[in-house]
Structure formats: structure tokens, C-alpha cells
């Protein structure tokens, strides 16, 4: 099994920057490809960002693309979001998830384990 835990939402105004952690517990995230996605009320949850263990390979949706940045600690079994030049659409609740066999997916019902959730609120 393993746990994740979300931390670093809050509201913030557009243009503004957030930085969104997921800490790990439980086992190491070395067999795990890891991912970042949101979902906004009304809206299906949606993938922002991936990478796999050794963050050799990073991925990101269009909207995400140029803004946000992806980053693992391995040693703090602990995986990074950094939003910067955030948007008002970029609102959401955030979810990081974690999928065996490294492999990336944008598809969430390929992840196996998933975090709480932290908000991000960006206002205008």
C-alpha cells in the first residue's frame, strides 16, 4: 500500500505561483510512475503532469505545458507540482497518483493509489 498526502494549495491571483507536494508513505516510489491531476466541479478529472522514477521522462497536458513543472525528491519520497503563471481556469482540486510499473498514463483509472486532494483556487 501506499499513502499520499497532498499539501500546498491555496487561493492565489492569476499570475500568481503555487508550489503542490505529494509525500509518499507506505513503500518507496521507486517502482512508480507518478502523476498530477485535477478536477474542476462539473468537469472529469483530467491529467496535468507525469513522470516516471528517475524523472528521465516528464509529461504534461497542453494546458499545462510551459507553465508548470513536474519534479521528484527520491530521497524524501516526495513528488512536486510547481504552477507558476496560474489562471483562473487552472481552479481545481489537485490529486497526485501513483501508478505501478513506471509507465506513465494520462488516464486515471490506469493509477493505483491516489491522495486527498488539495484545492487551488485562482481568482481574477
Do not use: H
Not at 63 to 77: E, L, P, V, W, Y
Not at 87 to 93: I, L, S
Request: proline share 2%; charged share 20%.
Amino acid at each position: 500500500q501506499v499513502q499520499l498526502v497532498e499539501s500546498g494549495g491555496g487561493l492565489v491571483q492569476a499570475g500568481g505561483s503555487l508550489r503542490l507536494s505529494c509525500a509518499a508513505s507506505g513503500r518507496t516510489l521507486s517502482n512508480y510512475a507518478m502523476g498530477w491531476f485535477r478536477q474542476a466541479p462539473g468537469k472529469e478529472r483530467e491529467f496535468v503532469a507525469g513522470n516516471t522514477y528517475s524523472a528521465g521522462s516528464t509529461y504534461y497536458a497542453d494546458s499545462a505545458k510551459g507553465r508548470f513543472t513536474i519534479s521528484r525528491d527520491n530521497a524524501k519520497n516526495t513528488v512536486y507540482l510547481q504552477m507558476n503563471s496560474l489562471k483562473p481556469e487552472d481552479t481545481a482540486v489537485y490529486y497526485c497518483a501513483a501508478k505501478a510499473f513506471r509507465v506513465v498514463s494520462t488516464d486515471p483509472k490506469r493509477y493505483d493509489y491516489w491522495g486527498q486532494g488539495t484545492q487551488v483556487t485562482v481568482s481574477s
